[in-house]
Each structure stands twice: as structure tokens, then as C-alpha cells.
């Protein structure tokens, strides 16, 4: 259970960079809104303690746990790319969204294999 509310979590907080990317692109009004403001906050707190949560369900901290480790180093570049993206514009916000993609893919890759270095 736990974990399929931690990955419901993970879609909607890609799900909505990508809509809060486009407002940021097209309608930057829409990301003014008090709510759009608050909600990525509130969903990466409730996808951390999801995450929390899961570590000490699957007793993962008594092994080697390198790759929760990177796991969290990377999200905290997702969010500082993803801030990048929304307060920036043109070529910048692209470079840095693309950065925010391959950082997300990167942490999505280490959760299936359990490894720091899943591409070798």
C-alpha cells in the first residue's frame, strides 16, 4: 500500500512540473496563483515522507544503502533544477528542465536497480 501511494506521489509531482513548465512558458499568470505556489511543496513533503516511510518498512537502512542516499542527493537537483526552469526564461528554462528530466529518469532508474551507477 505504502508504496503505491509513494509512487502515486512520484507521478503526480512529475505530472505537475510539467503542467507548472508550461504555465511557466505560456500563461506565467496561472503560476502566480496562491495554491499552484504551494502544492509542489506540499506533494514533494508528502513523496519524502512516503519515501521515509518505505525505507523503514523494507528495513533498507540495515543494509547498503548508498543508492536511497543518491536518491535523495538527485532529488534535491531535480528541485534546484525545477526552480531554475520556473524562474527563468527562454534557452535557461529549457536547459534546466531538460536537467530536471534526466536527474527524475536517473532517480527512477536507481529505485528499480538498487545500485548508484544503474547505466553500467
Do not use: D
Not at 509531482?13 to 496563483?33: C, D, G, H, T
Amino acid at each position: 500500500m505504502l508504496k503505491h501511494l509513494h509512487l502515486l506521489f512520484v507521478a503526480i509531482v512529475i505530472v505537475s512540473f510539467v503542467v507548472r513548465l508550461a504555465a511557466a512558458e505560456w500563461k506565467p499568470e496561472l503560476n502566480q496563483q496562491k495554491w499552484l505556489k504551494i502544492a509542489p511543496h506540499v506533494l514533494a513533503t508528502l513523496l519524502l515522507l512516503s519515501g521515509i516511510g518505505l525505507v523503514f518498512q523494507g528495513s533498507w537502512l540495515s543494509a547498503n544503502f548508498g543508492w536511497i542516499v543518491a536518491k535523495i542527493v538527485v532529488m534535491c537537483v531535480f528541485i534546484g533544477l525545477g526552480i531554475l526552469a520556473m524562474r527563468s526564461q527562454g534557452q535557461q528554462r529549457w536547459l534546466a528542465a531538460a536537467g530536471a528530466f534526466v536527474s527524475f529518469f536517473y532517480i527512477v532508474k536507481v529505485a528499480f536497480s538498487k545500485a548508484i551507477f544503474p547505466f553500467f
